[in-house]
């Protein structure tokens, strides 16, 4: 069965993943002669550094999320299918699609990457994940869900069980996580729940690597650690979770912790399309491709983000799997193809490392410029900016600013709903 | 099992849920000397009247949605408890819920009324009630899963299929919920969808009565239909829904409508309890009460709101279910419990008729005052004005004002997300 797309005598790209990726790709793209058909598992982009914003009561989902068809409303080239990718077909360059087949010229693979459990399947059915909104709002009811059973519990054992909470991994998403929910412990909790002891409530930080933002510098991940404990995260390194049977984590160097609620950041794996040449596995699932983003051997079949492994002398194991890479490749790449469209070589990619930066709690951020470090206040408001500025559509940016003000101004949003799905 | 609530001197009222009606009440019962429990199956209050704002894409749930915890910051003897009860056991005083047995020395009834799909459980299981915001999103992620699903079509029969919208009830909701939608048909699909011709979508609204809005005057009714054709809704009038499989609504007057939307605002039936005498049960699932909320042999067990059945001369069969005779009530009785607390003889409830009000578009609403109803432009910003005043929240009125400004400006709000549950 044919997916139903309009035929046109323009070149066809099919962009598999609307993240930072596929995103930045196609706007360029739109910019030559091409028609271009994007498909996504949902009809929306996701603002990934914002998700544990959304899973710890701070922002909405939809103002975080921006649905394909508003971004796109003036393009006549592009169309939008929401649906999920079974397999491709390089020989007769064909997408297989839950709605069908759809024929592409050019492919471009941009899924973006996903929760590692490292093949934990007990980790994997208890812990939760926060790489999707979808995820961050089933967190979100997670925690709030603990609380109201925390204060139900008669069994003293029981209510720390539900009160405490694990986060694994201690990289920027586990950082930002931890930080937030032990300042949500100190300024939001005690109000709302009058009646419970919130000095037992244990945050817990578990990171393998001897520090918290391994990648950053030391300065960096000595200020945040430093942050993190004193909102009265307790940060464990050189630690690894063993198991975890849904009420203790169990871990490698021995100590039980009571928790249900076991937050899983620690680690990413690529979302390799099946189809593709066994020699363009990469490790992580991710998929080797040239300096051009082009899988070898697969005629126009390029792939770009954190699914896509480019290796240099400077990046022997690929670039880092953030937004930045992804973004500037999309860019590249759609550039490339207005070159390909005109007949001219390509350019090779070349990675500008922008910085990183990562925010632990109000006033508190750590920043890395390639050639300046800084931390605190200002470090903060560097980080806030940065990412309002990122944020696409100026109602968005307005919202999420007044949520912001109104977050630092009050300690208080209302945001903390337990909304379940309908039965 | 006893339920974990702090033991006090004072009596305890509890309450079993925070719509209009137990909220008003717990607020007003919290200016005197009680201990009050508030139990609900939400952590939050719901304001109803905007639940179609909701699913269609127009408010984010949290614009609508008031976290107890929240409300009650202050309030010392005030202990929120999100459950769902069981029973009552009015001999021993005491409520059943899922989280162990509560004992009480007052209880109100505030459960408020579901939807009615009057025995038919086929409908039951394909249409798509309003009473939740649950309920509400996932009318919502229907709605635009079935715009994707209807241009993924290559068969014109199924594509007919999931572009139309059939609305059963011609009551303020469903006026309101068609008009919306036939709004968005005329102003944002079509940007969203250019490959798709919407003149083919039809978006009908079936009432049983010869008359839409059929508790409102006549005006009222003819305006409101007026505006609803302008809009091009199909109003069929005197019209039942026999059967519905999920593909075509089967009406008892013969017809056969093709959707795989069906929007069910048809009735409502009231949510009583189990343990309540039986020969309190009225009609609808209602309980009947006395003129102080009171059920007749049950020490100290009072119902107000939709759930309740108050009799008088001029409301032979209850009064309307609507907000403002929950909210008079719970006010009512509130000062009623001031009036106990004192030993005073209680005051019977009147209820004072502020009228009603209905919009169906952008500048088109109906009024009724006691003695003056209007229509239009006029009526549409009471409307408004009414909605924003009785929206709990400085921030919450902001976001909703905010919202609509843009949404009128702009015919676009960037709300159209279907966010399904994560796996």
């Known amino acids: 069965m044919d997916a139903n797309i309009p035929i046109s005598e323009k070149k066809r790209v099919v962009i598999v993943g609307g993240g930072f990726g596929g995103l930045k790709l196609a706007q360029e793209v739109l910019k030559s002669d091409f028609q271009v058909v994007l498909v996504d598992r949902n009809n929306y982009h996701q603002f990934q550094p914002l998700f544990y914003q959304v899973a710890t009561a701070g922002l909405e989902p939809s103002s975080i999320a921006f649905p394909f068809r508003k971004i796109f409303h003036d393009e006549k080239n ?102 937030t929910l032990a300042e949500m412990r100190s300024f939001i909790l005690p109000k709302d729940y009058p009646e419970m002891d919130f000095s037992k409530m244990k945050i817990v930080l578990l990171e393998g690597s001897p520090r918290v933002l391994n990648a950053m510098s030391e300065v960096s991940c000595v200020k ?53 040449p066994e020699k363009s596995d990469a490790p992580g699932g991710r998929v080797f491709v040239d300096t ?26 690929g670039h880092p ?63 806030l900016v940065v990412h309002l500025k990122s944020i696409l559509g100026i109602k968005n940016k307005f919202v999420v600013f007044l949520n912001w003000v109104w977050n630092y101004i009050t300690y208080n949003l209302s945001l903390r709903l337990i909304i379940k799905p309908r039965k």
């Open 321 to 383: 799997q953030m937004a930045q890479p992804a973004i500037q490749q999309g860019k590249n790449l759609g550039e490339n193809f207005k070159r390909i469209f005109n007949g001219k070589p390509l350019k090779p990619f070349k990675y500008k490392n922008l910085g990183s930066m990562a925010t632990v709690g109000r006033n508190k951020a750590v920043v890395e410029l390639p050639n300046y470090n800084f931390q605190g206040f200002f470090a903060w408001v560097v980080w």
């Open 78 to 179: 592009f169309h939008f299918r929401l649906t999920d990718v079974k397999n491709i077909q390089t020989e007769n360059k064909i997408v297989e699609t839950t709605i069908g087949n759809i024929q592409y010229d050019y492919l471009v693979i941009a899924t973006g990457a996903d929760t590692n459990f490292f093949g934990n399947q007990r980790i994997k059915e208890r812990a939760l994940p926060m790489k999707s909104i979808a995820e961050a709002l089933a967190l979100r009811n997670t925690i709030f869900q603990r609380l109201e059973d925390a204060i139900n519990s008669v069994n003293e054992e029981e209510r720390q069980k539900c009160l405490n909470i694990v986060v694994v991994g201690g990289g920027a998403t586990g950082v930002e996580v931890a930080g």
């Open 224 to 276: 945040a650690k430093e942050y993190l404990i004193k909102l009265g995260v307790e940060v464990y390194n050189n630690t690894h979770v063993l198991d975890y049977d849904g009420e203790y984590v169990e871990l490698k160097e021995g100590e039980k912790i009571p928790t249900k609620t076991l937050i899983w950041a620690a680690g990413i794996i690529g979302n390799r399309i099946s189809g593709l």
């Open 292 to 317: 051009f983003n082009q899988v070898a051997d697969c005629e126009n079949v390029f792939v770009l983000g954190d699914v896509a492994c480019m290796i240099s002398d400077e990046y022997p194991r």
